[in-house]
């Protein structure tokens, strides 16, 4: 795809910068992103990639310096501008009305009328266009809220392009997709930019963006240390750049698992919605992952097994107690850890303390009578949160201060201090920096050298394969084959969408 | 790599911004202090009277009921819900207190009052917990419930203790330590042991976190149901002390007894600093809302200023907290 160099740049930065509470975020990036390119924008957690998107979208407002759109200045920051220009922001949170429809949420407020009434049949003609468009099958008439979160994007996206936009700012938006709806976007994402839609992606994932981008800018601590074309840069590279030194990013191998381990959970005919008969064993020491699409109920299968939702039948055992229709609290008791999907809804109370955060799983261990034991608290905490690495300036700062991975390594540690036999992790990595990731790695095969059984489900396939021992596939919510270490990536892919078509009976 | 960032350390890389963002870290958590501290100076400059004795004791008589409420409501809203039946709760224990009484004596009376006040708040909270409803409306309209039940028991009229018992039952309105009244003494002795139990105990933690985050929250073990119904709980034995504290100046009870009550608790509450969103807050907070909104009414009085303007700076002043706490956030975020 060639840059067409001879219009005014689609989007120009200049010096822009912003703080927050006194320290910057952005320090004086400078950027051009010419019409019709697909510009990816890649840094740790933190580096600013999301602020500079957030800038250019309008949704936040730099301290300093300029932004023109083709060409034209616009004043700094203001949502009227970037939307003017035809700038749509798709961010990590998602902006959509839960309780309104499809139809509704596509032509938000922008609703085809004559003398104030809908004509909900104009806007439905609009819709399939743009569902030809982009290849998407959605039902125009379901409620938001009910759609999976993939398919959520997509009305997303489309709202964009009902807009007329001309650039699409977006914040990682495949860390929700499975890998098939990965490689939906990521063409879709293609054939606009041919099409002459500008596309700005944020991405943690180095190899999707150097599939997708015409050029890739890395930001590192708010400043911009490299853009380029993507044809001339390796992932190695980029990362190179993203912590400003070479570092390994190759995964830690798991060590072998004693050959006399005893197993240490057992699940026996779970089932519960999404779920239809999961049967697992993991023995001590072990990391099974666990594979399949969304929806495949690999989520709910942990969360079965840890009681967060009630199975509706099935046993779970583990270091040979009995468990049936179990709460969290029966399952902790019996030596279990969640470290759930989601670190903001399911892990962390976000307003409260790291320090309250990381001793909450175990407050009732270091208690006099009713009171806790505060300079107890703090050595446990200071202590788990120096072996994990926990970077915080202050343990009684709220952890939403934190970034992403530190607060996932917080999320660890609170499990950790219980010492469990059996940890359960659900996307261990998710929205993480490239270092806290491999840190997160090296934790979870470090305990299980230490002799846990570890049940690990993760969208990333590679790092699922890198870190297991045994990978058990799920299609449908029941397990269709389990692999031994060393499978290659698209076999676990084949068996996850199955050999014959999708939603083929079986 | 382990790199442990001291304060000191984070300071001196960045020392203007840290100096900044500290300042507004103080100034979100004790800006009230510092309000609080402005009025009474002022009164206190403005007025001979503000600063008496007398005037002092009075105001702490007077703010012993509005504070028992708001520290309630603190419990309440730091654990995620809100108790809208507090006022209702308070007739119709300090009711119960009086029918006891009737029959009994005063102390028997007053347990009694307590022990209603703790039940009703069980009863408000396993309606809450176990219907799933949000609580704001849960409690209202349980609210009407009890608020029924208080008319119905006094057949709408205003009961006494006997009238040889009128005496002892007026007990709470008594001198006692430092020339203080019993009221005031009830009222510090279990704001203290609330606060405590909050700032200090496994059971407090389990409180901020089942606000903050009632997900996270149960899937670190804790039972969320029953964090929210010893909310409650609590809720309504302030409400009974409350209603004993009103029952006792007047010398009698009735079903009107407080109404509406419970907002002002709800609205000391957050004029302290207390998140309305849950998980945040503290029971000092609720204290010094109530005293804040009590001390406007005093300074009124004692300042000669027409009364009809009171209510109207009232709702000027929760509404400047509230704005205030909503911008020194953003602005530390």
């Known amino acids: ?344 809804e399911q892990g962390l109370v976000m307003v409260r303390s790291v320090a309250e955060n990381v001793a909450l799983s175990s407050l009732p261990e270091r208690r006099v009578g009713p009171f806790v034991n505060r300079p107890g608290e703090r050595a446990a905490v200071g202590g788990i949160a120096t072996s994990v690495d926990i970077r915080a300036a202050n343990p009684a700062a709220a952890i939403e201060t934190l970034s992403g991975g530190n607060q996932q390594k917080a999320l660890f540690a609170k499990w950790l201090l219980r010492s469990p036999r059996v940890l359960l992790v659900d996307e261990p990595t998710r929205g993480v920096d490239v270092a806290a990731k491999t840190q997160i790695h090296h934790l979870i095969t470090g305990l299980a050298a230490d002799g846990m059984a570890v049940v690990c489900v993760s969208s990333e396939i590679e790092e699922l394969l890198a870190l297991s021992h045994r990978v058990l596939v799920l299609r449908h919510g029941e397990p269709v084959g389990e692999y031994p270490r060393g499978t290659t990536p698209e076999v676990v892919i084949a068996a996850a969408f199955g050999d014959d078509d999708e939603g083929a009976s079986s | 790599m382990t790199v442990d960032v001291t304060p000191q350390a984070a300071a001196a890389s960045a020392p203007a911004s840290a100096n900044v963002s500290r300042l507004a870290f103080r100034l979100r958590d004790y800006g009230i202090l510092a309000a609080f501290a402005v009025i009474v100076i002022a009164l206190s400059v403005s007025t001979d009277t503000f600063l008496t004795r007398g005037n002092l004791v009075n ?147 389990r409180l901020y976190a089942v606000g903050g985050n009632a997900e996270a929250a149960r899937l670190s073990g804790i039972r969320v149901g029953s964090i929210h119904v010893s909310a409650f709980v609590i809720s309504g034995i302030c409400s009974a002390l409350a209603g004993l504290i009103l029952a006792s100046r007047a010398g009698s009870a009735q079903s009107t007894m407080a109404t509406g009550m419970e907002l002002t608790a709800i609205a000391a509450a957050v004029v302290g600093g207390t998140s309305i969103l849950g998980g945040e807050g503290a029971v000092w907070r609720g204290i010094v809302g109530a005293l804040l909104l009590t001390l406007i009414g005093n300074g009124f009085n004692l300042l000669g200023w027409d009364t009809i303007y009171q209510q109207v700076l009232q709702g000027c002043l929760i509404l400047f907290a509230v704005t205030m706490d909503r911008w020194l956030r953003r602005r530390s975020r």
């Open chain 1, 1 to 344: 795809m060639t840059t067409r160099v001879s219009r005014a740049p689609a989007i120009s930065v200049r010096g822009i910068g912003k703080s927050y509470s006194g320290v910057p975020v952005l320090r004086d990036v400078d950027l051009d992103i010419a019409p019709g390119e697909v510009h990816g924008l890649v840094g740790e957690n933190g580096a600013g990639k999301s602020t500079l998107l957030k800038i250019v979208g309008g949704a936040i407002r730099a301290d300093q310096g300029t932004i023109s759109f083709d060409g034209e200045q616009v004043s700094i920051g203001r949502p009227r501008d970037a939307i003017a220009h035809g700038v749509s922001l798709i961010s990590q949170e998602g902006a959509l009305v839960p309780a309104l429809s499809v139809l509704d949420n596509v032509f938000l407020a922008r609703w085809s009328h004559r003398a104030s009434l809908i004509r909900g049949r104009a806007d439905r003609r609009r819709l399939d266009e743009l569902k030809e468009l982009t290849g998407f099958a959605v039902d125009p008439d379901e409620r938001v809220d009910r759609l999976p979160i993939g398919a959520q994007q997509q009305v997303e996206i489309l709202r964009s392009l009902a807009r007329g936009a001309r650039v699409l700012a977006m914040d990682e938006p495949t860390a929700v997709l499975s890998e098939h709806e990965k490689e939906n976007l990521l063409g879709l994402i293609r054939r606009l930019a041919a099409a002459g839609t500008t596309v700005i992606l944020v991405s943690h994932f180095l190899d999707e963006v150097l599939a997708v981008a015409d050029r890739i800018t890395v930001l590192r601590d708010g400043a911009l240390v490299r853009t380029g074309p993507a044809a001339e840069t390796s992932p190695r590279e980029l990362v190179a750049h993203m912590v400003g030194r070479e570092i390994d990013v190759l995964y830690p191998d798991p060590s072998p698992v004693p050959a006399e381990a005893p197993v240490v959970l057992r699940a026996r005919g779970l089932r519960r919605g999404l779920v239809r008969g999961v049967d697992l064993e993991v023995r001590a020491g072990e990391i099974l992952g666990i594979a399949g699409l969304v929806g495949s109920g690999r989520t709910e299968t942990l969360r079965l097994l840890f009681g967060a939702d009630r199975a509706a039948e099935g046993v779970v055992e583990v270091d040979g107690v009995t468990l049936h229709r179990h709460t969290p609290r029966q399952a902790m008791a019996a030596g279990m850890a969640l470290v759930p999907e989601s670190r903001k």
């Open chain 2, 59 to 205: 105001l702490l008589d007077q703010t012993a009921v509005l504070g028992l409420l708001a520290v309630g409501a603190t419990v309440c809203i730091v654990s995620g819900v809100f108790d809208l039946t507090a006022s209702a709760t308070l007739a119709l224990s300090a009711i119960i207190g009086v029918k006891i009484v009737q029959v009994t004596n005063v102390y028997v009376g007053f347990a009694g009052a307590v022990a209603a006040g703790a039940a009703l708040g069980f009863v408000t909270g396993m309606v809450v917990t176990r219907s799933g409803v949000n609580s704001f409306v849960g409690t209202l309209a349980t609210s009407l419930v009890y608020r029924g039940l208080a008319v119905m028991v006094t057949g709408a009229a205003i009961i006494y203790p006997p009238a040889g018992l009128a005496e002892d039952f007026g007990m709470l309105t008594w001198p006692s330590l430092f020339g203080l009244t019993s009221a005031t003494i009830v009222f510090v002795v279990v704001v203290a042991v609330i606060g405590v139990l909050v700032a200090r105990t496994t059971f407090g933690r």
